[in-house]
């Protein structure tokens, strides 16, 4: 993984040579692993005129969960603790001679950011913005086996979750478990909150688990995810408890279930992300459910839950053949419930199959 580190921080480099910068602090966690391997807390990484260096607070230890380090990047640990490392990164820029240090203006607060110009008033500070965030869009094959293992723990986690006895549970009692069963099957925790939903809750994206209990015949509806190396995907799934789902249940899964079929459908290197989102919210739209829609139909994952690209009315851009995203359009009837159902997907052409589907667990409407 060396090299491929390397060839990381080199394509970095190359865009702030060409911006006029030729050190880089890489200051948002997520984007220092991408780069180096691991982000030990509080730790900064510097790519530096002369030589690049993994700046930590403190001694690194060690968790195999957290990522290691690059072995060929340099450590420079501060003496003192309470040190701020991004600070003392900046002092080692202008040490190299940089007369110019790119930072992540969107992650340092101002505090921070004043204090860099600080300890180091000879360099001008530009702005990196989202370079690193671009880079991580197209995922490399290692990556997305990352990703596929840790859809699979969550497969497993949900599958058993729903061979066990549901009503009278809370869906708070439900939550954990979830999140119990992805660690025992070999996640480094989950991807995110695990938000279970149920009766009139059902279907609400981002709901956050109550101790209300499961009743028959109640929608009950499960969105969770893994992490593994640090990579998340994501899952979301809705049945009906006890009893056969009603006229009503059908109907909404049946469409709730096109619209996102219609979603996956468009997904293809070199569609727009908006097409995407259209394909998904026509088939809502039509149906009469176009307004109170959640504002997209999905978003790309990797070392965080929510990253680029975004699949909105409003999105810019195209997709790339292995870009990991989710398809998770939905429908909310307040009082009633509601469907979600949600997949995490990687874009592939046409000729190496189409979209390959990494969540498997059965979209079919389950009686549980």
């Not at 001679?97 to 180091?120: I, K, P, Q």
């Not at 990556?143 to 869906?171: F, K, N």
């Not at 249940?249 to 995407?276: H, N």
């Not at 139909?297 to 989710?326: F, Q, R, W």
Request: with cysteine; hydrophobic share 40%.
């Amino acid at each position: 993984m060396s090299e491929v580190y390397a060839a990381r921080r080199a394509r970095l480099k190359e865009r702030c040579n060409a911006g006029g910068s030729p050190a880089a602090l890489v200051s948002r966690p997520a984007n220092v692993r991408y780069l180096a391997g691991a982000a030990p807390q509080g730790a900064v990484l510097l790519l530096g005129r002369s030589e690049d260096l993994l700046v930590c607070a403190g001694p690194l230890e060690d968790r195999p969960s957290e990522g290691r380090p690059d072995e060929a990047l340099a450590l420079h640990v501060l003496s003192s603790p309470g040190g701020d490392s991004a600070v003392a990164a900046a002092d080692l820029a202008g040490g190299q001679g940089a007369d110019s240090l790119a930072v992540e203006e969107h992650h340092l607060t101002v505090a921070r950011h004043r204090a860099l110009a600080s300890v180091a008033p000879a360099l001008r500070l530009a702005d990196l913005g989202g370079a690193v965030e671009q880079l991580r869009v197209v995922k490399d094959e290692e990556e997305i086996s990352c990703l596929r293992i840790g859809a699979e723990i969550a497969d497993q986690a949900l599958g058993e979750l729903l061979e066990s006895i549901l009503v009278g549970r809370t869906e708070r009692h439900l939550a954990l478990e979830l999140e119990r069963r992805l660690v025992d099957h070999g996640a480094d925790g989950p991807g995110f909150p695990t938000s279970v939903a149920t009766g009139p809750n059902a279907g609400r994206r981002g709901h956050r688990p109550t101790d209300r209990r499961v009743e028959e015949g109640d929608f009950l509806s499960v969105c969770l995810g893994a992490t593994y190396r640090g990579y998340r995907c994501e899952i979301g799934r809705t049945f009906v408890i006890g009893t056969s789902p009603a006229d009503w249940q059908i109907e909404l899964y049946d469409l709730v279930f096109a619209a996102q079929r219609a979603g996956r459908e468009a997904l293809a290197p070199g569609a727009a992300c908006r097409d995407v989102d259209r394909a998904a919210r026509q088939v809502l739209d039509s149906a009469g459910y176009g307004e109170g829609l959640q504002p997209l139909t999905g978003h790309g994952v990797g070392l965080e839950i929510d990253e680029d690209p975004k699949l909105a009315p409003s999105a810019m851009g195209k997709l790339d053949a292995c870009v990991p995203v989710t398809v998770e359009p939905g429908v909310h009837l307040p009082g009633r419930g509601g469907v979600r159902i949600d997949d995490t997907l990687v874009v592939r052409p046409e000729a190496d199959g189409g979209p390959e589907l990494l969540t498997i667990t059965t979209k079919e409407l389950l009686a549980l």
